[in-house]
């Protein structure tokens, strides 16, 4: 059974920096892609931020320049480092990891930024 545990998240006012982690455990023979996924209320989940395992990584529009995720695969985590934080970044987080052609998904963890 593979598990994805979040942490990291928090309030924080306009401007400020959070950082994310994510952690997998369980049963795990390879991951591919790991990423991070946001939701605000009423709106649909987007992406924020994918890395292959070989480190190729790729950005929403709105996370570019503020945002840089990075992964440690001897210890299956990946992190979100998040500077220059908007209101409009207000949302849960969710980690995901794809292994073996199948998406697993974190419980979330919310940020919130005020102005």
């Known amino acids: 059974q593979v598990q994805l545990v979040e942490s990291g998240g928090g309030s924080v006012q306009a401007g400020g920096s959070l950082r994310l982690s994510c952690a997998v455990s369980g049963s795990i023979f390879y991951i591919n892609v790991m990423g991070w996924y946001r939701q605000a209320p009423g709106k649909q989940r987007e992406l924020v931020a994918t890395a292959t395992r070989g480190g190729t990584t790729n950005y929403a529009d709105s996370a570019k320049g503020r945002f840089t995720i990075s992964r440690d695969n001897a210890k299956n985590t990946v992190y979100l480092q998040m500077n220059s934080l908007k209101p409009e970044d207000t949302a849960v987080y969710y980690c995901?990891?794809?292994?073996?052609?199948?998406?697993?998904w974190g419980q979330g963890t919310q940020v919130t930024v005020s102005s």
């Open positions: 995901d990891a794809v292994i073996v052609g199948y998406n697993y």
